[in-house]
């Protein structure tokens, strides 16, 4: 049962423009979301998180919006960097416990 | 401020041994939640450590156990190792408010690739 899901394996965008990566979930207990971000050979880093009370969350070029009826989130990178090439995983948590990822999305960003 | 460390980096351990991978978690973080990352996968969760009590447990069997020191640092065992523990695993910390109570943002350490042959 894959309670996360990123049903694109891969994106590919030109520099400058923006990335919409997806995420789709089933848990209707997840209280909160995240994005994390991941090179090659080092461990996830953290990009956004939203709860589930709120819509939108922005920080900087990344916002994170949140469709609670459609059990779906997206993350938008605005402007695309050649540096923002990476696995991009969405994950679902309940109070802060364990989290429950997707399978990720290959982004990359074409200069 | 030190982030998430891990040791080793890599290993390479034969079927039916036992392993011991270690975490060292970010200062000011009492909890610490391991995953196991198959290649092409997201990580999974196996467990989570919360004041040196385990505080939740993905699925995984009894094989796999873990410990966590007062210094909030963890260690996770794997016993008679299979083929498929092979991956990445990963550590990751955080800061939780009491018991069953809510936490912060999980950080992540660079993992520890564990090959079994």
């Known amino acids: 049962d894959q309670q996360v899901k990123q049903n694109s394996p891969s994106l590919s965008v030109q520099e400058g423009r923006i990335s919409i990566l997806n995420c789709d979930y089933t848990?209707?207990?997840?209280?909160?979301f995240l994005w994390y971000k991941k090179y090659p050979a080092e461990g996830p880093t953290f990009l956004i998180s939203i709860s589930s009370i709120k819509d939108k969350n922005e920080d900087g070029r990344f916002t994170v919006f949140l469709n609670k009826s459609a059990k779906h989130l997206s993350l938008h990178i605005v402007p695309s960097q050649p540096g923002d090439s990476a696995v991009y995983f969405c994950?679902?948590?309940?109070?802060?416990?364990?989290?429950?990822f997707g399978q990720g999305t290959i982004l990359t960003v074409h200069p | 401020e030190t982030g998430v460390t891990q040791s080793p980096t890599h290993l390479i351990k034969t079927r039916g041994q036992q392993v011991t991978l270690r975490c060292s978690s970010q200062s000011g973080h009492n909890t610490v939640s391991w995953y196991q990352q198959a290649l092409g996968q997201g990580p999974q969760f196996i467990f989570q450590y919360y004041r040196e009590e385990e505080n939740g447990r993905g699925n995984f069997p009894p094989r796999f156990s873990g410990l966590q020191f007062p210094n909030y640092s963890s260690e996770l065992n794997v016993n008679a190792l299979e083929l498929d523990d092979s991956a990445l695993y990963l550590c990751?910390?955080?800061?939780?408010?009491?018991?069953?109570?809510?936490?912060?943002?999980?950080?992540f350490g660079p993992g520890t690739r564990l090959l079994v042959l």
């Open positions: 848990n209707s207990m997840f209280d909160y």
């Open positions: 990751a910390s955080s800061h939780q408010r009491g018991s069953g109570g809510a936490g912060e943002t999980q950080y």
């Open positions: 994950a679902g948590g309940v109070s802060y416990g364990k989290l429950t």
